[in-house]
């Protein structure tokens, strides 16, 4: 009963969500290091929530700052699972693919040029 009234009272405000992010963010850094499959697994799905389902919750409360913020998370979570070896994956978009260096092909090294 207790645990779902903390569930329900989570995330009612944007400043709450902030925290709820950072506090989650900040876990994931200290217990990184000994995290298994398993525990990457869960962080995702609450990385995922925390990205998307409450971010489209809050996004017109946020002001530029918090929405820096949010961005600063996500990048300090998306490096946390690239050092420990991990894909970072939200549905369809793998991050490390996204943001991995462009390796040109032999075709593109042939059209380098805009006209």
């Known amino acids: 009963m207790l645990l779902v009234m903390f569930a329900l009272s989570a995330c009612q405000s944007k400043d709450s ?19 298994t499959d398993k525990d990457w697994k ?3 799905l609450k990385f995922s929530d925390l990205s998307t389902d409450l971010y489209a919750k809050f996004e017109e409360e946020l002001n530029a ?4 913020e ?7 979570y998306a490096g946390l699972k690239m050092k420990a070896g ?3 994956e939200i549905g369809n978009i793998s991050f490390i693919r996204l943001i991995s260096p462009f390796k040109p092909t032999a075709k593109s090294k042939n ?4 006209f």
């Open 111 to 114: 059209h380098h040029r805009l």
């Open 42 to 44: 869960k962080a995702d």
């Open 86 to 88: 991990e894909e970072l």
């Open 65 to 68: 700052d918090e929405k820096a």
């Open 70 to 76: 949010i961005i600063k998370l996500q990048a300090t």
């Open 17 to 35: 969500y902030v925290k709820e992010f950072s506090d989650f963010v900040d876990k994931v850094e200290m217990e990184a290091a000994d995290y």
